[in-house]
């Protein structure tokens, strides 16, 4: 073994180390969030930011431990598997728990989904005749 291969190796190990330790904190940071957040607004960006980050480098620790080219090609399948699977389930996470009067308002800066949902709320109505039942199909 020469000694720049050694040199090499050496950088290597303690970059996949740093990044597992990161990574590592990055995930309990998200469950720690999780627990302690007091609404599930807060939650919901606990469970998303730093686990996605958190995962990213958990993944490319493992890539450069490996010192192979075949894995990486699986392990960025399984990132963007995250990051496209991540916002969808927060997004709909959020979503019902607002409709669902899951969230403190006076934590909220901006409203922005509320005239949404007047809207939905009011053409709901507008849907409905006298006898409580809708006017017409979903469908039409």
Do not use: C, N
């Not at 073994?1 to 090499?8: D, G, K, L």
């Not at 904190?25 to 939650?43: E, K, N, Q, T, V």
């Not at 990213?56 to 496209?84: C, D, E, H, K, T």
């Not at 005239?115 to 006898?131: L, T």
């Amino acid at each position: 073994m020469s000694p720049e291969t050694f040199a090499v190796d050496s950088v290597i190990d303690a970059v996949s180390a740093v990044f597992m330790v990161v990574g590592a904190l990055m995930s309990l940071a998200a469950a720690i969030g999780l627990l302690r957040f007091p609404d599930l607004m807060s939650r919901m960006h606990a469970a998303t930011k730093p686990q996605v980050l958190g995962l990213f480098l958990l993944l490319a620790a493992i890539g450069l431990q490996m010192r192979s080219w075949w894995v990486w090609p699986v392990l960025v399948v399984a990132w963007i598997f995250q990051l496209l699977t991540v916002p969808v389930s927060a997004h709909m996470v959020g979503r019902a728990g607002y409709r669902t009067k899951h969230l403190h308002r006076e934590l909220l800066s901006s409203d922005e989904l509320e005239a949404v949902v007047q809207k939905a709320a009011k053409a709901a109505d507008a849907g409905m005749d006298d006898a409580g039942t809708s006017g017409g199909s979903r469908l039409d």
